[in-house]
């Protein structure tokens, strides 16, 4: 019973997306008891749904990783659309919880995950919790919002609400429009004999690149500190698309000069650079990344592999 008693309990909203699904087998491990939220079970742009449920819930901890957001190579929503989607997903339904919190459940520690792409392109210095917000966006324009939202709670009504600003985080379960699942889903195509290529936007595009089990254990740690704040998740390295096809077409014993063809026109987003800097973070937690970036891409392309009953062995 004492073990019962003392088991954490977390609700993570957004369960079915890449970090839902990795925080979930993680915080299982550690023994919590988890609810998972997600758009076909739970609606968290109704407050009365939301209140009622933090009310009767009281959870340790909330991770709100729900999103709205749209690649690069995305032409499906009108503008208008992005900022009414961004807004109700990405803001109103974080201070959903945020209010309910505060009414009922003061003790709950909440996590934010907001995005790299709230701060502007800079070519020249690691970008940190102090750099420049200069949003451009439907999706960066709410994740600031929602940013200053969990600042105003934080401060004004003494809720742990803390925000992880997250750098590009690489996983089996990225969903095909982003360039590292693209690649890892061609490189098994063309390993099948069903294409012969891959076109990309700008092959010198350069990109923080984590893996997201790194990150999800920095959102665990970043809820275990006595106070909330604001904090770069990123890893302080560069690589280009260059680098990423490099060593996943390695990995298959391939060249991927052979296979690759660049299409800049390809990119609705202009190219940007955002290098993180990680420090606060690891000063305050002891975080560090657990894999290089050339094993994480050579881990992913083996996961892709073994999904298909494929092996380089």
Known sequence: MGNLLNTKKAIIVGSNG???????????????????????????????????????????????????????????????????????????????????????????????????????????????ENSIIKPNCPYSISKVAASNACKMYRENHNVFASVGILFNHESYYRKNNFASKKISTTIIDILKGHKNEIVMGNLNSIVDWGYAEDFINAMYLILQLEDSDDFIVATGNKYSIKDYLFYAFNHVGLNYLNYVKSNPDFLTRKNTVRIGDPSKLKSLTGWEPSISFSDMVSLLIEEELIANDLTTK
Do not use: W
Request: proline share 1%; glycine share 0%; charged share 25%.
């Open 18 to 128: 890449q970090d839902g699904k990795i925080l979930s087998n993680f915080l299982t491990k550690k023994s919590y008891n988890i609810l998972k939220l997600n758009k076909d079970n739970f609606d968290i742009n109704n407050f009365k749904s939301v209140e009622s449920l933090i009310k009767s819930e009281s959870p340790n901890e909330i991770y709100f990783l729900a999103a709205f957001h749209h690649s690069s190579e995305d032409l499906i929503f009108s503008k208008h659309d992005l900022f009414q989607k961004s807004i109700e997903i990405n803001t109103m339904a974080l201070i959903n919880f945020l209010e309910s919190i505060r009414k009922h459940s003061i003790h709950t520690k909440l996590f934010y995950a907001s995005s790299s792409l709230i701060f502007e392109s800079n070519e020249n210095d690691l970008i940190n």
